[in-house]
C-alpha cells in the first residue's frame, strides 16, 4: 500500500518542487530587475531647506523653494476663507501663484504670531520627515514617476503635512503641491 501511494504522489511532489523553484526563480528576477528606487539626495536637501524656512517664519527665503504654480489639495489650511485664497472653503483643490501662496502664509503666520509659529514647529524633528520616491507602481496622491512626496508628521496620531517635489527642467527640484491642515 506504502509503495503504490509513493508511486502515486511521486508524480505530484516533482511538480510541487518545479512549481516551488519557478516561484523562487521568478521572484529572485523581479527583484534584481527592479532596483530600489533611492530618494534623490538634491530633493532631500532642497526639502529639508524649504522646512527649516517654512519653521522659521522666514517668507523671503520660502518663495525659492515654490513652483511657479501651487496646488493646494482640499483640506489644506490656506483654503480656509479667512487666508483669502478662495471663497469656497477647503473642499477643493486650488492652483495659486507663488506670490499668492506666499501672501497667505503671512497671514497665517501673523495670525499665529511668528515666535509661536516657530516654537510650535521647531518641535517637528528631522526623525518625523520621511521621503518617497514616486515610480511606475507608486504612486501616492498626484504625484508623477520621478517625483518625491514628503511627509512630515507634526503631531500625535495623523496629524501630517504632505509636499509634493517635482524636478524642472531647469534640474532644480520644486514644490508643486502641498496638503497641510494645522
Do not use: N
Not at 146 to 166: C, E, H, Q, S
Amino acid at each position: 500500500m506504502t509503495r503504490r501511494l509513493s508511486l502515486v504522489l511521486a508524480p505530484c511532489m516533482l511538480q510541487l518542487a518545479a512549481c516551488s523553484l519557478a516561484i523562487v526563480l521568478l521572484c529572485s528576477l523581479d527583484a534584481t530587475a527592479r532596483p530600489r528606487s533611492e530618494v534623490p539626495t538634491e530633493a532631500k536637501q532642497r526639502a529639508m531647506a524649504f522646512w527649516s524656512a517654512l519653521s522659521s517664519a522666514r517668507l523671503d527665503a520660502l518663495k525659492s523653494f515654490y513652483a511657479r504654480k501651487v496646488t493646494l489639495r482640499a483640506g489644506s489650511e490656506l483654503l480656509k476663507r479667512a487666508h483669502g485664497l478662495t471663497e469656497q472653503g477647503r473642499r477643493k483643490d486650488l492652483a495659486v501663484s507663488r506670490d499668492r501662496l506666499i501672501a497667505a502664509y503671512k497671514k497665517l503666520i501673523d495670525r499665529v504670531g511668528k515666535e509661536k509659529w516657530k516654537k510650535v514647529l521647531a518641535r517637528v524633528k528631522e526623525d518625523k520627515i520621511t521621503y518617497l520616491l514616486a515610480t511606475k507602481r507608486v504612486r501616492p496622491m498626484s504625484t508623477r514617476e520621478g517625483d518625491v512626496l514628503v511627509k512630515v508628521v507634526t503631531g500625535p496620531g495623523d496629524d501630517a503635512m504632505f509636499y509634493i517635489w517635482r524636478k524642472g527642467a531647469d534640474g532644480k527640484w520644486w514644490l508643486t503641491e502641498e496638503q497641510t491642515d494645522w
